[in-house]
């Protein structure tokens, strides 16, 4: 995806920094961004003007940005805070990701890695037996579903792992394997 100018700034060679651009690209971006004078141009071919794009962009550093790369996520219309390390992640994030996610899978599979993905909701009999249910504070989320078994949402995935490997694994014949998670 490049940047196509109007009127005060032709720099077609640049690069739109969700897409692999520089920190000087991004903070050169989110100053003309407010301004609109740029259009996105994905390989579909269609134009999207970059003031429309969902979240704000600052040319200020936002007051409440104490790290530099919070500052710059923030910024450039990135990312939106909505409580303690919880943020919202716009379009720019959403296209950096799939980009980062793309590249592993590239690289899982010339090592014949297969992806899979743990659910988020598991079964609290998996941490009991890891020990981890007891010794993970209020920080862990522990619930009863609607047939009263006790479930957690899982921080991490490690017992989900553990509970793959030992069902798929019963056979010496499906040894080794790969698996990427995605959670």
């Not at 899982?108 to 993905?117: C, L, P, S, T, Y």
Request: hydrophobic residues 35%; glycine residues 8%.
């Amino acid at each position: 995806m490049s940047v196509t100018g109007f009127s005060r700034y032709r720099d077609t060679s640049a690069v739109i920094p969700n897409l692999g651009g520089t920190t000087e690209q991004c903070f050169a971006l989110s100053k003309f961004n407010a301004s609109g004078f740029f259009y996105a141009r994905n390989s579909g071919g269609y134009a999207m003007k970059l003031d429309k794009l969902v979240g704000d962009r600052f040319k200020e550093r936002p007051s409440d940005c104490q790290i530099d790369s919070h500052a710059i996520m923030v910024r450039g219309g990135y990312i939106k805070y909505m409580a303690n390390g919880i943020f919202s992640s716009y379009t720019p994030t959403k296209r950096i990701t799939k980009k980062i996610e793309q590249i592993i899978r590239e690289e899982m599979d010339k090592i014949d890695g297969q992806e899979v993905q743990f659910p988020v909701v598991m079964p609290a009999s998996l941490w009991q037996e890891s020990g981890r249910y007891d010794s993970i504070g209020s920080e862990l989320l522990r619930f009863t579903d609607r047939n009263r078994m006790p479930m957690v949402l899982g921080m991490t995935h490690e017992e989900a792992a553990v509970h793959l490997v030992r069902e798929y694994g019963k056979s010496y014949t499906k040894y080794p394997f790969n698996d990427l998670s995605d959670t």
